[in-house]
């Protein structure tokens, strides 16, 4: 059973009410599930306790693993909703709910209808932090799958590797996917499963010694080219994820070189690039084979360089060179952007309840693009009216964005994958503002108000004045300076990334909507039938 002062312990730089918010909500599902039971037979309450625990890990705040203690409370009917929002809050409430909301969607295993429930749950959820506690909760029911009844089992497995590990991995967190999807494995193709793992174990074993010797070699000679507070590790790769490719390479395993990894951890992004230098100079990189995701960051906002070289202990080798605040992002992806570890650095000098409405006001925009296609599953003629089995808050927001769900940057928009192909930046005050990638200062302003785009005065990235065609990158703290006597240029319709800021930059500038051809329309008719 996981104490609370297992719990406490992973909160770093929590306020005593903080400890003592947690240590209530302990209590009180304790209290909750008193009497009730695993699948394994165990006490129910070991199950949010290990949840909480996980968010805890991941550096969440107080409210969140509250949530985490509290998330089966209110379904069953155990406790009153209103009894969980006196004790603890709306906040919190709110995050239960959309928790137990997520329950509800299940997925039986339909290839096209996993995207679509992605979608579905990513609107569904609408906090990001509800998503986190449900990958926390998803983690601990799958670390204790055996104990469900037999025919249940592959569903869930099945579910958490088409849908979890997926959302997971499109916020970044790489660990999270990872051991979601080792989990599932096993029980969604037993065969494929054992294969996998029997081959890694081999292969593992064959480099293990040589890539001991090449860790040793590489650490020498860093050392001696001056990068010296680094760390190196050697990483192993998901069953999974090595399952896929080996599909991907007709099973031949002597085309996979990246099963056994070596990992260069170092402070600067100037170390990676030398630490490049010291690897290749001191063995042959494989041509074709060098990727700088540092210079061109996954969608997701994966950073590091890899490249694979030839060693005489190891044989081929993949190296992968990142500093630490890369490695703590590619496993805990966006988590890492609300830490509450990480905030305690950078907010120091708010004040608390300044540092509370960061978590409260978390708006994701990309809810708004799903409506449309939410609209066309359930209404008649995809208009609002005839949208009966859409939730209220969802029409309500539909019906303030009608203007836009007509045109067509719009609905071309709607084609390209909604959320890996985005961007998580903040605001000064910490708001999550969602674009696509390569958006730029400008988008955001325009995202924020339209006030503040037609104003647009300058901008600061982290802190730095940047030029108006800066690519924004995942976790960017972007600061708007707005003048009264600014106004757009024609030129920013081609450093604009979104259709929303176009929109406004060509009516701020007087110019009209471009026409629509009369081809276009009877197109965009013939795709409703
Ligand atoms: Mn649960």
Same mark, same amino acid.
């Given at each position: ?9 992973? =909160? ?8 003592? !918010? ?14 009730? =039971?695993? !699948?394994?037979?165990?006490? $129910? ?12 890990? $991941? ?28 004790? !603890? ?57 055996? $104990? ?20 997971? +991995? ?33 292969? %593992? @074993? ?6 001991? @010797? ?43 070189? +990246? ?32 990727? +700088? ?17 030839? %060693? ?25 952007? =609300? ?72 609905? #071309? ?17 910490? +708001?999550?503002? #969602? ?95």
């Amino acid at each position: 059973m996981t104490t609370i002062k297992e719990i406490v312990s992973e =909160m770093k730089g929590a306020t005593p009410e903080d400890i003592a !918010f947690v240590e209530k909500a302990y209590e009180y599902s304790k209290k909750a599930h008193e009497g009730q =039971m695993r !699948f394994s037979g165990e006490p $129910y309450f070991i199950h949010p306790a290990a949840t909480a625990k996980i968010l805890a890990e $991941y550096g969440m705040d107080a409210t969140t693993i509250a949530a985490g203690l509290l998330h089966d409370t209110v379904e069953d009917g155990r406790v009153p909703r209103k009894d969980v929002e006196k004790e !603890f809050g709306k906040e919190l409430l709110f995050i239960i709910d959309g928790v137990t909301k997520l329950g509800t969607h299940k997925y039986h295993g339909a290839e096209r209808h996993a995207e679509s429930l992605r979608r579905l749950l990513v609107a569904t959820a609408s906090d990001i932090r509800v998503l986190i506690v449900k990958l926390a909760d998803r983690k601990h029911n799958m670390q204790t799958l055996e $104990y469900v009844p037999e025919h249940k089992r592959r569903r869930i497995a099945l579910e958490t590797l088409e849908i979890y590990a997926h959302i997971a +991995d499109r916020l970044g967190m790489g660990k999270m996917k990872r051991i979601l999807e080792d989990l599932a494995f096993p029980f969604v193709d037993p065969d494929a499963s054992s294969h996998v793992a029997e081959v890694r174990k081999l292969k %593992t @074993k064959e480099t293990e010694i040589g890539l001991a @010797k090449v860790q040793k070699e590489l650490q020498r000679e860093l050392a001696k080219k001056v990068i010296t507070t680094f760390r190196t590790d050697i990483r192993i790769k998901g069953l999974w994820s090595l399952y896929q490719k080996l599909l991907r390479k007709n099973d031949d395993i002597s085309l996979i070189h +990246d099963i056994a990894a070596l990992r260069v951890i170092v402070p600067k992004i100037e170390d990676c690039y030398a630490a490049l230098g010291v690897v290749h100079a001191l063995y042959k990189p494989l041509p074709g084979e060098f990727k +700088d995701y540092i210079a061109f960051q996954k969608p997701n906002g994966y950073q590091s360089i890899h490249t694979t070289v030839v %060693t005489p202990e190891a044989g081929i080798v993949e190296i992968q060179i990142r500093t630490e605040e890369m490695h703590r992002r590619a496993q805990f992806g966006i988590a890492s952007h =609300m830490s509450y570890k990480q905030l305690g650095k950078g907010v120091e000098k708010l004040e608390k309840g300044v540092q509370k409405s960061r978590f409260s006001s978390l708006s994701f925009s990309w809810v708004r693009s799903l409506i449309p296609s939410l609209m066309k599953v359930s209404g008649k003629e995809g208009g609002v009216r005839g949208a009966t089995k859409v939730p209220a808050w969802l029409t309500e927001l539909a019906e303030a964005n009608t203007d836009i769900a007509g045109s067509e940057e719009f609905v #071309d928009g709607l084609k390209e994958d909604f959320f890996s192909h985005r961007v998580f930046v903040f605001t000064p005050k910490g +708001d999550v503002i #969602d674009l696509p990638a390569a958006s730029t200062p400008i988008d955001f302003a325009y995202a924020i108000h339209s006030d503040l785009g037609n104003h647009l005065q300058g901008a600061k990235v982290n802190g730095k004045l940047v030029s108006f065609d800066t690519a924004l990158g995942n976790g960017d703290v972007v600061e708007i300076l707005r003048r009264d006597s600014a106004h757009p240029s024609p030129k920013w319709l081609e450093i604009a990334r979104t259709s929303l800021a176009r929109r406004h930059i060509r009516a701020a500038l007087g110019m009209a909507e471009p026409a629509k051809p009369l081809r276009r329309r009877r197109q965009h008719h013939a795709n409703k039938k």
